[in-house]
């Protein structure tokens, strides 16, 4: 399973930015892919997550109407629509999925929320 992300970068507080993830090597069976995200020195935070089927979505209190989590089946991709963003978002934002009991990681993209 490899899982790349992009869309990371620097936004003003109030603004908007689009993550994707990009996943491949599944060989069938039901997963489900997520988005986390890591702040220095704190721990990595579950923000969203998605099952392969595009239900069961979930969030995180900190993000429950700022973010959105969806899903392009045709393309195998995920995409967090971050709104309304604030300098507390600054993270690496890590594309996740659970697939047969095991966890698989992209790479991180960095989003920094600085005015």
């Known amino acids: 399973v490899q899982l790349v992300e992009s869309g990371g970068g620097l936004v003003q507080p109030g603004g908007s930015l689009r993550l994707s993830c990009a996943a491949s090597?599944?060989?069938?069976?039901?997963?489900?892919l997520s988005w986390y995200r890591q702040a220095p020195g704190k721990e990595r935070e579950f923000l969203a997550v998605i099952t392969s089927a595009g239900h069961n979505l979930q969030y995180a209190d900190s993000v429950k109407g700022r973010f959105t989590i969806s899903r392009d089946r045709d393309k195998n991709t995920i995409s967090l629509q971050m709104n309304s963003l604030k300098p507390e978002d600054t993270a690496v934002y890590y594309c996740n999925a659970r697939y047969f009991g095991r966890d698989y990681w992209g790479q991180g993209t960095q989003v920094t929320v600085t005015s």
């Open positions: 090597g599944f060989t069938g069976g039901s997963y489900s």
